[in-house]
């Protein structure tokens, strides 16, 4: 039976958040009807402002259940250089979700979400050893028939037509390793405000599994970039036995919601986990 994922990402409620974007959002995420929704950060614009929280916590709770959500780098503190330096998911915690290496688990399905926001960077990010242990310690407990996807905020690579000067994970070619090692189908991230479909493969071509990489651009902000600025858009993914079909939805400006404008065949390679 398949399986569906609504993936959105990048809401930053503060300026510049679209409310009529998230309210057609919410709408249509009703009226799909997703197994899951993955929301893979940036809940708000700026996290030192209890404001911005409050509305990023309203609209998840709006959002359709199960979800799977992860912090990204806005969801850190700009100006309280302490907390952001010493605790700088505090807020993230108390109003989002205090798991930040969630798993959500479905028949043949494993999601497993990880971190890589932290306070001492405006716009990269990392991932930890920690989180590194956190997702081998998941994900090594499932079997070659099961589809795992791993999603984190940050791109592990620039899409090729991509000219903004933004930054991946500092330790991309350690991360798509890890990938490759725990045999992950499909990662899912945000950031780069663009939609964009590729593998590791693309990126590292000696990796022996190859993972998808799946981008969502701002679903509910006024900040997409290149072909897509000013745009909103998210991914509906439906998850069958031999791969996925990515749908990239972008908001219709005449009133008719997120309406699909590309897609994506991911055919499924079966390989046997090497460990770690």
């Avoid at 259940?65 to 993230?92: C, K, M, S, T």
């Avoid at 990269?124 to 997702?135: D, I, V």
């Avoid at 189908?185 to 190859?210: A, K, Y």
């Amino acid at each position: 039976m398949a399986f569906r994922i609504l993936h959105i990402s990048d809401v930053h409620t503060g300026p510049p958040f679209n409310p009529a974007a998230a309210e057609r959002l919410i709408a249509d995420a009703h009226t799909l009807k997703p197994d899951l929704v993955v929301i893979s950060g940036d809940f708000v614009q700026r996290a030192d402002f209890a404001a911005q929280w409050r509305a990023a916590r309203i609209l998840r709770e709006r959002l359709p259940e199960p979800q799977l959500v992860v912090a990204g780098n806005h969801d850190v503190p700009l100006f309280n250089l302490p907390e952001r330096l010493l605790n700088p998911l505090r807020r993230y915690r108390q109003q989002i979700s205090p798991d930040l290496n969630p798993v959500f688990t479905a028949p043949g399905l494993a999601v497993v979400g990880a971190c890589t926001a932290h306070g001492w960077t405006v716009d990269g990010g990392k991932l930890y050893p920690n989180q590194m242990m956190a997702l081998r310690q998941r994900l090594t407990q499932f079997g070659p028939d099961v589809y795992k996807i791993v999603v984190w905020h940050h791109p592990v690579a620039l899409p090729p037509t991509y000219r903004r000067k933004r930054v991946t994970i500092s330790n991309a070619h350690e991360a798509i390793r890890l990938l490759d090692e725990l045999a992950v189908d499909l990662l899912l991230c945000g950031h780069l405000h663009i939609s964009f479909v590729g593998n590791t493969r693309d990126f590292q071509p000696n990796v022996r599994h190859g993972t998808y990489i799946v981008q969502s651009g701002t679903t509910t902000s006024r900040r997409g970039y290149g072909l897509e600025h000013g745009m909103n858009t998210c991914n509906l993914i439906t998850i069958e036995h031999d791969g996925a079909r990515v749908q990239h939805l972008r908001l219709d400006q005449h009133g008719d919601g997120f309406r699909p404008f590309a897609e994506h065949w991911l055919p499924r390679q079966t390989v046997t986990v090497t460990g770690s």
